[in-house]
């Protein structure tokens, strides 16, 4: 039977050996949240929307991460008296025109992230219903979601030829070169996606690496949820410092990763009898921007350079929001128009 007399000494000197320890811990702890706190870092907080008036029109997919909500939005726009309205086909497509279309030239389909689909803008404001309303003899499919780069663009085509018949003879490809953050899911992107979300927990990206010169599929990732970030600045530093880690080598194969996603697509469709044209709309980076021209060119890839000069200023854009309003969707259309395509 153990003597408590004996052991009562042995507990204290393990308290006192242990206790200064974890008091230590804890002012260090103590001491890095308040620093960072200082220091303008905070804990984990969704940000609430900026336009509350802008419609949720998007649903989870647990392949593509989200996809466009099927339904009509319509919703007051960022000007006096004005109304925006917004309509996905039962397919999800945003639809370019309210009227059926006869196919008798068959259907191009357009395909790319929110400069595509037309947020923030009306129906009739979408470059894909101007060429729609240009080409009554053509189809005009307008598949974009709003946050897609490359590589989402790409698996919802993918989707489409196997799902839709007939199949188009065109799929352009609205390109920005701010996409190539998004097809590897890269640590920016993934975070700020996440943090901008009312449902944050469902929040997933697929994304592409290569490896060996060869692109490498994954399924939609996620960013990490430590439990008390929501109280802790210290523990969202210590997950942004993990999430920064685990997602380094994928972030810096970001332009190679887009290269080989933009030849897939070529080599898919063209296997197909599909002709695919990339249509550069808008770079907020001139040197990033002629690289890839650069690169379009030494790999036959055919492409159309539809950058405004204007891209981004108050006459392109819409009032407070940002995005690209009808003005800048008609030079679009009308740039897309010149291709030889369209001419036969």
Not at 39 to 46: A, N, S, V
Not at 64 to 74: E, I, M, S, T
Not at 170 to 176: A, D, E, L, T
Request: hydrophobic share 40%; proline share 7%.
């Amino acid at each position: 039977m153990p003597n408590m007399n004996t052991d009562i000494p042995k507990i204290r000197r393990l308290i006192r050996a242990v206790l200064p320890r974890l008091l230590m811990l804890v002012f260090y702890l103590g001491f890095m949240e308040v620093t960072l706190r200082l220091g303008g870092y905070e804990p984990w907080q969704i940000y609430q929307p900026i336009f509350p008036n802008m419609p949720r029109d998007q649903e989870f997919d647990p392949e593509l991460g989200w996809r466009n909500k099927p339904g009509q939005f319509v919703y007051p726009g960022f000007e006096a008296g004005q109304v925006i309205t917004l309509t996905h086909a039962a397919d999800g497509t945003r639809v370019t025109s309210y009227h059926p279309v006869q196919p008798v030239k068959g259907s191009v389909w357009v395909v790319g992230n929110s400069f595509v689909q037309g947020m923030a803008i009306s129906d009739e404001e979408t470059f894909a219903w101007k060429l729609q309303e240009a080409l009554p003899d053509i189809q005009v499919r307008n598949l974009a979601v709003a946050g897609y780069g490359t590589y989402q663009s790409m698996l919802m085509v993918e989707r489409h030829l196997a799902q839709d018949t007939p199949r188009p003879q065109m799929v352009i490809y609205g390109f920005n070169d701010f996409h190539e953050m998004r097809n590897t899911a890269s640590f920016i992107w993934l975070r700020g996606i996440t943090i901008n979300s009312t449902e944050s927990d469902k929040v997933s990206i697929p994304y592409a690496t290569v490896e060996n010169g060869r692109l490498v599929r994954h399924p939609p990732d996620r960013f990490a949820h430590w439990p008390w970030r929501e109280k802790s600045a210290l523990i969202t530093a210590l997950e942004d410092v993990f999430e920064g880690i685990r997602t380094w080598r994928r972030t810096h194969q970001e332009r190679e990763v887009t290269r080989q996603i933009l030849l897939t697509m070529r080599d898919e469709l063209e296997a197909q009898g599909i002709h695919f044209l990339v249509v550069f709309l808008a770079a907020k980076d001139e040197s990033r921007k002629a690289d890839y021209l650069q690169f379009f060119q030494e790999q036959h890839l055919d492409y159309l350079d539809c950058t405004h000069p204007r891209y981004g200023s108050p006459e392109m854009s819409v009032p407070l929001e940002g995005h690209p309003n009808g003005k800048l969707n008609s030079f679009w259309a009308q740039c897309i128009l010149q291709h030889p395509f369209f001419s036969r």
